[in-house]
């Protein structure tokens, strides 16, 4: 078990030094250690911490449990202290908290681009790039950029929500920096948006999601972890790294789900965020620790055969 901090004063100093000296924010991201770089067969392992942005505060019955910032900043201080965690997937607020903290040294550096898609919304397909830019990661000497991708054949506001993915995508290579690309096929359900999660429909939401954009150089796909995997991961030569989502199984059966994709020829990691921040036990050590064992490390694997040309 975690335990409770009851310390309400804990990060006072991050307003302090917000109202009195705002660019701490950008000279923490200029000074602080740079992650030594992706590897080939060394898998990666992010924490996703992405969700309160867009109005998504529920972790399996709780429908608050995201709602505590403080909270929140503990368990992402917990999970980043194990030297097998390689960064962070984060909103603008959590990313620049993250950097005043001094928790980021040697970290992949994720922001999260669209954030308009608010959870419940009416318009919630048209999700719009209401979080980082291309540019402004690019100074924060950023990794890369999210960007969630539903696709609703059934609502006309997927048309420019790709347009707007394509665009970002285009953006992120200018500045070569990932573009995380993380697609679902949707439909609206009883006023909700449900992802189909089939192979067959996450197969078909790569081959839209991998094409957006002019150029897929700087392209990742983030999928979730489905039935029938190995079709998937035949639907792309994209680097991949799998989500955790919120899920209701056993602990075990989600660990086991993961280590058996992880195995697949181009799954590059982890990007997993309430699955271990808030696991079902509430040590959130433990469950990173654990999530970390299954992580591929070996660098000596031979990639797929270039093409001669």
Request: with cysteine.
């Amino acid at each position: 078990m975690r335990e409770a901090t009851t310390d309400s004063r804990r990060y006072d100093h991050l307003s302090r030094v917000r109202l009195e000296d705002p660019g701490a924010v950008a000279r923490a991201a200029k000074t602080r250690r740079p992650h030594p770089g992706l590897i080939y067969g060394k898998q990666n392992f992010i924490v996703a911490a992405d969700h309160p942005a867009r109005g998504a505060l529920a972790v399996r019955s709780n429908p608050a449990a995201m709602a505590d910032r403080l909270d929140l900043l503990d368990r992402l201080q917990i999970a980043l202290s194990n030297p097998a965690v390689d960064g962070v997937l984060a909103s603008p607020d959590i990313l620049d908290d993250l950097l005043l903290l001094g928790a980021l040294d040697g970290k992949l550096l994720f922001g999260s681009m669209n954030r308009g898609g608010l959870a419940g919304f009416v318009n919630e397909i048209d999700d719009r790039f209401t979080g980082h830019t291309a540019p402004v990661l690019a100074e924060l000497g950023a990794t890369g950029g999210k960007m969630l991708t539903r696709i609703c054949l059934g609502d006309p506001a997927t048309a420019r929500a790709l347009e707007a993915t394509a665009k970002a995508v285009d953006s992120l290579a200018e500045h070569q920096l990932v573009a995380m690309v993380e697609p679902f096929l949707s439909t609206w359900h009883n006023g909700k948006i449900v992802n189909d999660l089939s192979a067959d429909a996450v197969i078909k939401s790569v081959a839209i999601a991998q094409s957006l954009g002019s150029s897929s150089a700087y392209t990742w796909m983030k999928l979730p972890v489905v039935p029938e995997m190995e079709r998937v991961m035949d639907s792309t030569t994209l680097p991949t790294v799998l989500l955790g989502g919120d899920p209701a199984a056993a602990p075990d059966e989600v660990y086991e789900s993961w280590g058996r994709a992880l195995a697949l020829p181009g799954v590059q990691g982890l990007t997993v965020g309430r699955t271990l921040l808030y696991p079902q036990d509430d040590d959130v050590a433990g469950a990173v620790a654990t999530a970390a064992s299954l992580l591929r490390t070996d660098t000596t694997s031979e990639p797929r055969k270039e093409l001669a040309l």
